[in-house]
């Protein structure tokens, strides 16, 4: 019998934790003794092919058509998409390889896929979101208090590794919003308490327990003036399997409040101001960047200035965001708008 021993180790030399470059891809470190390398070498970046991809779709898509989409996920769907492979350090002792490899994927043609399929698509992840947590165990209510269990969990584990911020927790905030402003869900009174943090969106979650069992917890998300709400069951009160359910919750529904709708375009005339034909190049190509653009026509020219008519998909939020983490800067003044770099 074929003699054969395969031991693989793949690790994140890169990784990127809520990055907004959604479509870029980590390396990966590749390490595993055979006497078959050139096999098993292939057979380990195909599946850093399907886990790089897996990333992108569930990062970019709601979890029901990233689920759908993953049903028919074969080897040739992938390879369609991927624009080139890297493969650094490689080295091969003895029969032992060890390398790091990243696959880049073709950011156009996954949006292309989304448009063809008319799937919904995010471009970029939120800022953090500020999570205002009200624990009810029926004998007792916290709320902005050291002795609520959520907070001290997050405190303790969470703080950096997550896309939600917590509140001080100090006097202040007791006073600005209080238990009864979250049980009638006073949302003008909540929008007030995040202007101190800084932040336009944060998340409501309510939570009521038992015996120290989850029965339910509501979550609203409030994202930029959009509000959703969702009711959610649980019997389990581990905190670790709390979280990542309500981060893996929050962010789904933020996907459907921010996603890039692919069926009707919007139309944006805006002029290029521009001091030399270098600049003019970067922004012409920062604009080609921006994947949400279907069309760019010139609309008049004039000295150092250039009027373009913009369809794009989505809404213009979404379009000035993208705008942003491409640097390029948008004013809007009584419906004239003005591109300049940042």
Not at 47 to 55: T, V
Not at 311 to 330: A, S
């Amino acid at each position: 019998m074929k003699y054969f021993l395969l031991i693989l180790i793949l690790i994140f030399c890169n990784k990127i934790v809520y990055s907004n470059n959604l479509f870029e891809t980590p390396f990966y470190k590749v390490e595993f003794i055979s006497n078959s390398i050139e096999n098993d070498k292939i057979q380990k970046i195909q599946e850093i092919k399907k886990i790089s991809i897996s990333n992108i779709f569930r990062d970019t898509l709601d979890y029901e058509d990233y689920n759908m989409i993953m049903l028919n996920t074969s080897n040739d769907f992938i390879n369609s998409f991927i624009k080139n492979i890297i493969i650094n350090d490689e080295r091969i002792v003895n029969d032992k390889y060890i390398s790091k490899v990243k696959i880049n994927f073709d950011k156009k043609k996954i949006i292309k896929f989304y448009r063809e399929k008319k799937l919904p698509y995010i471009e970029y992840l939120p800022n953090k979101i500020l999570l205002i947590i009200y624990e009810d165990n029926q004998l007792k209510y916290d709320l902005f208090s050291v002795n609520n269990n959520f907070y001290s969990y997050f405190k303790d584990y969470l703080s950096n590794k997550s896309i939600f911020k917590i509140p001080n927790l100090d006097i202040n905030d007791r006073f600005i919003l209080k238990k009864d402003h979250i049980i009638n869900k006073d949302i003008e009174k909540t929008i007030k308490f995040a202007k101190k943090y800084e932040v336009n969106q944060f998340v409501v979650v309510t939570v009521k327990t038992n015996n120290n069992d989850i029965i339910s917890y509501d979550l609203i998300l409030y994202s930029d003036g959009q509000i959703k709400e969702k009711k959610i069951k649980s019997e389990d009160y581990k905190l670790d399997i709390f979280f990542q359910n309500l981060e893996m919750e929050t962010l789904n529904i933020w996907k459907e409040l921010n996603h890039v709708q692919n069926t009707s375009l919007n139309l944006l005339s805006c002029k290029v101001s521009y001091f030399n034909m270098q600049e003019l190049k970067e922004i012409r190509n920062k604009l080609n960047d921006v994947t949400i653009i279907k069309n760019l026509s010139i609309k008049s020219l004039s000295y150092k200035n250039i009027e373009y008519d913009i369809h794009y998909y989505g809404n213009l939020k979404i379009l000035l965001n993208i705008f942003k983490i491409n640097h390029l800067k948008v004013n809007i003044v009584e419906k004239l708008c003005k591109i300049t770099l940042t």
